[in-house]
């Protein structure tokens, strides 16, 4: 079992340019959410997809868009970049089915934006 | 809203001795608790939820909801206990959020 992959691992951009980072969740998983986590704080909720459709948002500006496809992997799309979108972007997949079931976290995307 | 509070970003312990890393959180309703962990290197993974009532590594939290905290403790530091810890709350109720604390780093001294 692979877990949660994430590509790529590292990113940089340009201030203003676009960016699509990728992720497969944990096998039998269904849901797959985002988080972002700047240096020196915890994670931070972007938004959750289920049967691809967004199912929850974080206090985030439309900017961060997402996709889920049929085989529940997602994407994480990042419009008109900023310096502080500077980040470490984490991907984490649960089970809807399981009650309580855990989220289980990606080795995340290193974004920088110069 | 709900908001977790970790007090100390760092914290220093010798090998052997006790650990307690804070953890307050706000939130009206019947949150789930969770310790996350991360060790140098690795991903963010799971170390114990207050509904399982299990000690993990030696790790202990229970939920004291009259002072609103979850406090993570292990009564013998290990110095493969170093690592990021990060107390996150799930307000359930159809919310699938995690609210993660800022986290403490835990130094244990050889």
């Known amino acids: 079992d692979a877990g949660v992959t994430q590509s790529p691992t590292h990113l940089i951009k340009t201030r203003g340019q676009q960016v699509t980072l990728r992720c497969s969740p944990k096998?039998?998983?269904?849901?797959v959410s985002w988080y972002q986590q700047a240096l020196g704080q915890g994670p931070q909720f972007i938004f959750q997809?289920?049967?691809?459709?967004?199912?929850q948002r974080g206090n985030f500006p439309d900017r961060f868009s997402g996709h889920q496809f049929p085989n529940y992997s997602s994407e994480l799309n990042v419009n008109a970049l900023l310096l502080g979108d500077s980040a470490l972007y984490l991907c984490?997949?649960?089970?809807?089915?399981?009650?309580?079931?855990?989220?289980?976290f990606g080795n995340g995307t290193r974004l920088t934006v110069t | 809203a709900q908001r977790v509070t970790q007090p100390e970003k760092l914290l220093s312990v010798f090998k052997g001795a006790p650990v307690e890393l804070k953890c307050n959180y706000s939130?009206?309703?019947?949150?789930?608790l969770f310790w996350y962990v991360q060790y140098s290197r690795q991903r963010l993974q799971l170390l114990l939820r207050?509904?399982s009532r299990e000690s993990i590594k030696g790790f202990t939290a229970d939920l004291n909801k009259g002072e609103t905290s979850f406090h993570l403790k292990k009564p013998f530091a290990q110095e493969e206990d170093s690592a990021m810890y990060y107390c996150?709350?799930?307000?359930?109720?159809?919310?699938?959020?995690?609210?993660f604390g800022k986290g403490t780093k835990l130094s244990v001294i050889p």
């Open positions: 984490a997949s649960t089970s809807r089915d399981r009650k309580n079931s855990p989220l289980h």
């Open positions: 096998s039998g998983h269904d849901t």
């Open positions: 997809y289920y049967e691809e459709e967004e199912r």
């Open positions: 939130y009206s309703g019947s949150p789930e």
């Open positions: 207050h509904i």
């Open positions: 996150a709350l799930y307000p359930g109720a159809g919310s699938y959020q995690l609210t």
